[in-house]
């Protein structure tokens, strides 16, 4: 008597049957530290960076290559083991695929946008790697004695602009994805910008928490990139980003490249651009981190008889050392975790 696996084709046993795959790379042997599911994609955080898998099916709906492969591709150079990978992705999987999460809030779509986020920012880290790298290079180079014609060599990095003004788009471009993650919690905001989201929140009760302060540390912040930005890309004499390369000043001491902003709102006098891609990325990402966790933390979903919130779990609670915050109760003076 025949079953009904016996009348499967081989295509249907292959697909429908049980499934091992390696995600490893010849640069990357690190281990996988998370699998991460949302909408019809899965993603597998590793330590050094992040995977995409694709199921034959994926690739094949219909059936009709039984020698269709599952397909692993990588989607983020960086993984678990960078802190602004925690800080961002990792965090956001925690906030908006938990039980706990904000119920009107489609969490898919929000952790493809932090995707779409987290991108920019890799772009951004790849872009400052490849300056520190190139500046270093360059110092190395310098021959500091002053020739008998009394010239020197000064060490120059090259294409200091385009480099800039690269960083400056995708700071600005990671921001604008935010921004879309914080119309899905307040959608009447529209056009107002930063401006409209402090106002907002400006106009809720106050003693909540701490989103009124934060707003008003970091609203200027968020107008800078985009004022640097549009210094980028609509420069005119009183708005425009001024770059030089190495120098040397009256005093024979040689100055490292440097960023210039001109722009009647968000001036920056002239400032290292090593120090300066740093900090930017630094505060983006905290930035960016803090959003995530305020948005979140005012629309949280209860369904126990403890009050949940979230909160910042001590480095001993963590499950990743570089996920500060996630859904918990306070019971006692014991923070107990929540899924």
């Known amino acids: 008597m025949s079953t009904p696996s016996d009348n499967k084709r081989p295509i249907d046993k292959l697909r429908d049957g049980a499934l091992s795959l ?32 694709k199921l034959a099916d994926q690739v094949d709906p219909e059936r009709t290559n039984i020698n269709a492969p599952n397909t692993i591709q990588k989607v983020l150079p960086y993984g678990g083991q960078d802190p602004w990978v925690g800080a961002v992705v990792l965090t956001a999987h925690r906030l908006f695929s938990s039980s706990c999460s904000p119920g009107n809030i489609d969490g898919a779509e929000a952790f493809g946008l932090v995707l779409e986020i987290a991108e920019d920012l890799a772009g951004a880290h790849q872009l400052v790697e490849k300056y520190c ?44 994805e935010l921004f879309r993650i914080v119309k899905m919690f307040y959608p009447d905001i529209g056009s107002g910008g930063w401006d409209g989201l402090k106002k907002k929140i400006d106009g809720e009760p106050q003693g909540i928490d701490n989103f009124p302060q934060f707003l008003e540390q970091t609203v200027p912040f968020l107008q800078l990139i985009r004022n640097a930005r549009n210094c980028v890309e609509h420069p005119r004499p009183e708005q425009k980003l001024v770059v030089a390369d190495f120098s040397v000043d009256p005093q024979n001491v040689l100055l490292p490249p440097m960023l210039e902003i001109i722009h009647s709102k968000t001036p920056i006098t002239k400032v290292p651009i090593r120090a300066f891609f740093t900090q930017i990325l630094q505060n983006i990402v905290q930035t960016i981190e803090m ?29 990743s050392p570089h996920v500060r915050y996630g859904y918990g109760a306070l019971i006692g003076d014991r923070i107990v975790p929540m899924a």
């Open 22 to 53: 390696e995600i490893k790379s010849p640069d990357d042997d690190s281990p996988t530290l998370e699998m991460i599911s949302f909408g019809d994609r899965l993603l597998v955080v590793k330590a050094k960076g992040i995977y995409e898998i």
């Open 133 to 176: 790298e190139a500046e270093d290079l360059a110092i190395k180079s310098l021959d500091p004695k002053i020739h008998i014609d009394r010239s020197i060599v000064v060490p120059a990095i090259g294409n200091i602009e385009s480099r800039c003004n690269e960083f400056m788009q995708r700071s600005d471009h990671s921001l604008r």
């Open 291 to 319: 959003m995530m966790v305020f948005l979140c933390a005012r629309r949280v979903t209860s369904f126990t008889g403890f009050p949940i919130q979230i909160v910042e779990f001590p480095t001993d609670q963590r499950n």
